[in-house]
């Protein structure tokens, strides 16, 4: 195959046959000889303190096998930014659905029902659910004595129940108020979303013969989860090996630890295997969900719609530990100018404590909530302004050459190109008004996360390559494209390529599959190691040829002299003679840190991120019809944009899109955990609304490609974008056709219903 012809190509994924002939393993399917069931006992109270714990009842239950409570395991804390988080709740509960005990039987009925019989006596604390409330005076403590929490991140500002606060300012905001001919404030509030998996939670641990941990989980981060089982378990890594099975699901959720401690604590104490699979009730009451926010929005503009200044502050509520936070709300003050020149600022975005459940990433964290916030509050200005939203944007939109918020000089700003095309395919400049039908324009600009990742590629005896990475393909559809980056750089068929991820024991380290990153940092490895591997080949391929190598080249799997193209050997030829005579494959490798640049530490306080390495842009229209008698929002079309820097595989670039757009959606209009005094009253998928494929509008995709300087062949990720854009995009379509501006997600009939009556009472 010649080059330039596989990236850009659509190929089909690379794990779709094993998925669709149900060869594939996920959580559920492991099962072992003499495995033990575990299950956990939660706590009935948002805020208690446990007084006493009495296991004797449940331990005489027949097949039961062991049972732990806080004085049985480590007494350490762990946490992904602040060490906050006991192993099991020992001294109080601080969210309903806290684990206190768990249980190994020989069977799941079993283990459950001891866990009913043990009993625990409690003395019911004042809870708060709200972050608002939770600053205000005299609210209670959710962490008495947190100052003395370790961090596992620099630099976090911590007081109270804030546990994580990031502030950025630039310009002269006091300045920014006296140049600005008018002013806008704005108060947006946006619900808790949980990630709506299709797979449980499901772990098996065991210690081997050689009394090394082996865990078997559904996770985006195997090198995280086996760091955080070193912590807890007292082990060194080398002592624990993490094999990620196939992910059902992970959009963010399955970033963190969840009960692998768990399993790997009863395996440890009974000297069996241990699985402990999930309820849905149990996901949406114990493990992570989208963070709900609070934000308000100041902003000063020119008569002519130039921005000036703005001033916001977000609350982010994180539950009952700190978990990602700190980091999302960092993430939030980053988006929250949008991709808008804004020549003065003041930020002050924090993650608060409440009685709630955890909440940690979900697939655009903190940007997904500053964007419905940014973007609605824009669309207002435009309209007071009676400007064009679409005019509006352009007037303000950042370009090359522009510095950030944040510090950094921006570059690739794909931004405006974006716009232009959402514009031409929705006919933005000649869409028809008609009654009770409006259009809605949103834009997003969102970081890309870098970090580290590190790739191997293997020649084998045959001239087949082989790609071992640590990054996780939990659907997104990463290990095609990383097999046709090898494949371009190797010009091999990407047939010829086999991919295999997910085990401690075998990968070199990466940071996970999570914020944008795989296609941009470990397709930026892979291209690194490849190189590696042709430095490798073309020396040994420079003595058998009698050519120089730097003389040498790869093409179509043939080594060859470009002065001299008869002068050539095959992978297979040189592949077999390394093997035989030089001892073993060539094996290219390399290990990536993302490019960045610093943050402006002046500006920037509290950030527990390092700056990203690019940006990701894309807009969106929407045009929607809503019922006046019943507040019913229809979406009949959505035509969205987004800049891939360079497409890889464009069938998972437009499957990324599409999915994306389907979880915002969900999120715009029927997607929220509903909380009654800290209980989730609808912990399963019945009372829990998402979109069914019935629901889907008329989607139509277009792809820029600005390319990104440091991202492979120009490449960067699309998967965040698309799950930002669309709740905006619909309150904005709302208000053009009814006249109503709906600040508060998700945009239920009701929520509609009542603001056409609010409206039409302030008229009278």
Not at 16 to 29: F, H, I, L, N
Not at 480 to 501: N, W
Request: glycine share 10%; proline share 6%; net charge neutral.
């Amino acid at each position: 195959m010649a080059k330039n012809e596989i990236i850009g190509r659509p190929f089909a994924r690379v794990d779709g046959r094993r998925k669709a002939c149900g060869d594939a393993v996920y959580g559920p399917d492991i099962k072992m000889p003499g495995m033990l069931h575990a299950k956990f006992l939660a706590s009935p109270y948002p805020h208690a303190r446990i007084v006493h714990v009495d296991t004797e009842k449940a331990e005489k239950l027949s097949g039961v096998k062991t049972i732990l409570t806080a004085k049985d395991v480590p007494q350490v804390c762990w946490g992904l930014m602040v060490k906050d988080t006991p192993v099991l709740a020992g001294d109080k509960a601080r969210f309903m659905g806290e684990p206190l005990a768990v249980v190994a039987a020989t069977k799941r009925e079993i283990a459950e029902e001891a866990a009913e019989l043990i009993q625990v006596e409690y003395e019911e604390l004042k809870p708060v659910f709200d972050p608002e409330e939770a600053l205000g005076p005299g609210a209670p403590l959710i962490h008495e004595g947190a100052e003395a929490y370790a961090c596992a991140m620099p630099g976090l500002i911590r007081y109270g129940n804030v546990c994580g606060q990031t502030k950025i300012s630039g310009g002269d905001p006091e300045q920014g108020w006296r140049e600005s001919d008018l002013i806008f404030e704005d108060r947006f509030s946006t619900p808790v979303q949980h990630h709506g998996f299709i797979e449980p939670h499901a772990v098996t641990a065991r210690f081997d013969s050689n009394g090394r941990l082996e865990i078997w989980t559904s996770t985006q981060a195997i090198f995280a989860i086996r760091m955080a089982l070193g912590e807890i378990m007292g082990l060194p890594l080398n002592r624990i090996r993490v094999i990620g099975t196939e992910v059902g699901g992970g959009f963010g959720g399955k970033t963190d630890i969840t009960v692998e401690h768990f399993c790997a604590l009863l395996a440890r104490m009974t000297g069996k295997p241990v699985k402990m699979q999930l309820t849905r009730s149990e996901m949406m009451t114990y493990t992570s969900a989208r963070h709900g926010c609070v934000i308000h929005l100041k902003t000063g503009v020119k008569k002519d719609g130039k921005i000036v200044t703005r001033e916001a502050r977000l609350l982010f509520d994180t539950g009952g530990y700190a978990g990602h936070g700190p980091g999302v709300a960092a993430l939030g003050a980053n988006t929250i100018l949008g991709p808008y020149r804004t020549p003065h600022f003041k930020i002050d975005s924090l993650s608060v404590y409440t009685n709630k459940m955890n909440f940690s990433f979900m697939r655009g964290p903190g940007g997904v909530q500053a964007g419905f916030a940014c973007e609605s509050h824009m669309d207002r200005i435009a309209r007071e302004l009676n400007l064009d939203p679409l005019d509006f944007r352009i007037k303000n939109l950042i370009s090359d050459g522009d510095t950030s918020a944040t510090g950094q000089r921006m570059e690739a700003v794909g931004i405006q190109e974006a716009l232009n095309s959402v514009a031409k395919i929705s006919n933005w400049k000649q869409r028809k008004k008609s009654k009770n039908r409006g259009w809605g324009l949103c834009c997003c600009q969102y970081e890309l996360v870098g970090m580290t990742s590190s790739a191997l590629v293997k020649l084998s005896e045959d001239g087949s390559l082989h790609l071992v990475i640590g990054a996780i393909d939990h659907g997104q559809g990463s290990s095609t494209v990383l097999a046709q980056i090898l494949a371009q750089e190797m010009d091999i068929p990407a047939d010829q390529i086999a991919v295999t991820v997910g085990d401690t024991d075998t990968a070199p380290y990466d940071t996970g599959t999570f914020g944008d990153r795989v296609t941009f940092n470990m397709g930026n490895a892979v291209i690194e190691a490849a190189r590696d591997l042709k430095v490798q080949l073309f020396s040994g391929a420079a003595a058998m040829l009698e050519s120089p190598a730097e003389n040498l080249e790869l093409v179509g799997q043939m080594i060859r002299d470009r002065d001299n193209p008869e002068k050539a050997i095959s992978l297979l030829e040189l592949a077999m003679g390394s093997y035989f005579f030089q001892g073993g494959a060539p094996m290219g490798k390399s290990t990536v840190l993302a490019p960045f640049q610093a943050y402006a530490y002046e500006k920037v306080e509290g950030n527990p991120y390092p700056a990203t390495p690019a940006h990701t842009y894309a807009c969106q229209v929407v045009e929607v019809s809503v019922d006046r008698d019943t507040g019913m929002v229809r979406v009949e079309n959505i035509y969205s944009c987004h800049d891939a820097g360079r497409m890889i595989n464009p069938l998972g670039t437009e499957g990324q899109i599409q999915g994306g757009i389907m979880m915002g959606l969900g999120y715009a209009l029927w997607e929220e955990v509903v909380f009654d005094g800290g209980r989730v009253t609808n912990p399963n998928l019945i009372d829990y609304k998402m979109p069914f494929a019935i629901n889907q509008p008329k989607i139509r995709i277009a792809v820029t490609e600005t390319k990104t300087p440091n991202g492979p062949y120009g490449a960067r990720g699309v998967g965040n974008p698309p799950v930002l854009l669309p709740a905006a995009a619909i309150a904005n379509a709302i208000h053009d056709a009814v006249g109503v501006r709906i600040r508060e997600l998700p945009l239920t009939p009701e929520r509609v219903l009542f603001s056409l009556k609010r409206e039409a009472a302030n008229k009278k």
